[in-house]
């Protein structure tokens, strides 16, 4: 079975800092990764997702992303945090077809944005 | 312009009824989820359809049913027996074979 691990439910930067948000998974077999964002009372957004191939990826915003597959972690990144970065941002995985594409999510980190 | 669209954006239900939640899309795509949110659980799957005609429940599926009679549609109905209704929900859909999932707008149902 597939889950997902969101370490910290809020996070505080300032801004011009760098943004860390951790995602841990467990699955029984290789997965697809995914990272979303979400603003106040609107849907999900996808940043970026891993398949195969380049384990580190570049999504919209300045985002970024490294699948590590023997620490099963897919850490979000972003160099340098915006104001407009204050959302919740959800990693979810899935183990494809052969568990009809369903997608697990952590339980979401919530990032503030001081000024 | 393709997408996903919810309605309606609020939604109030009065104890015992039944209330349909509306998810529409024009993306061509053959599979289509239902999630609920609910406060620092991130999401739920409640019910997803592959194809027309066949759906399966996922993990939270108990006092929701859907039907899936058009490519275009998936709507849900919360159920007089889903004692804990007040969420936010999201519908998804994604490719033929596709993992990638995406959503609409949602809707919030609030209970009177």
């Known amino acids: 079975a597939q889950s997902v691990t969101q370490l910290g439910s809020h996070v505080s930067v300032s801004e011009g800092a760098l943004v860390l948000l951790r995602c841990n998974y467990s699955?029984?077999?290789?997965?697809?990764l995914f990272w979303y964002v979400q603003y106040p009372n609107q849907g999900l957004q996808l940043l970026l997702k891993?398949?195969?191939?380049?384990?580190l990826v570049k999504g919209i915003n300045g985002f970024e992303a490294e699948f590590k597959k023997s620490e099963t972690s897919f850490h979000l990144t972003k160099p340098s945090a915006h104001m407009s970065d204050a959302a919740e941002y959800f990693c979810?995985?899935?183990?494809?077809?052969?568990?009809?594409?369903?997608?697990?999510f952590g339980g979401g980190t919530r990032v503030l944005v001081k000024p | 312009d393709g997408g996903i669209t919810q309605s309606p954006k609020y939604l109030f239900r009065k104890e015992g009824q039944n209330v349909t939640l509306s998810c529409e899309q024009n993306?061509?795509?053959?599979?289509m989820y239902w999630y609920r949110q609910d406060p620092g659980q991130g999401l739920r799957l409640i019910y997803y359809?592959?194809?027309?005609?066949?759906?399966q429940k996922g993990d939270i599926a108990e006092g929701y049913s859907v039907s899936r009679e058009k490519k275009e549609s998936f709507p849900l109905t919360v159920t007089s027996a889903q004692k804990n209704p007040t969420a936010f929900y999201l519908c998804?859909?994604?490719?033929?074979?596709?993992?990638?999932?995406?959503f609409g707008p949602g809707t919030r149902l609030l209970v009177l």
């Open positions: 891993y398949t195969t191939g380049a384990t």
């Open positions: 359809s592959q194809i027309v005609n066949d759906f």
């Open positions: 998804a859909s994604s490719v033929p074979g596709g993992e990638t999932q995406y």
């Open positions: 699955s029984s077999v290789p997965p697809y």
């Open positions: 993306l061509n795509h053959d599979a």
């Open positions: 979810a995985v899935t183990e494809g077809k052969a568990a009809g594409n369903k997608l697990t």
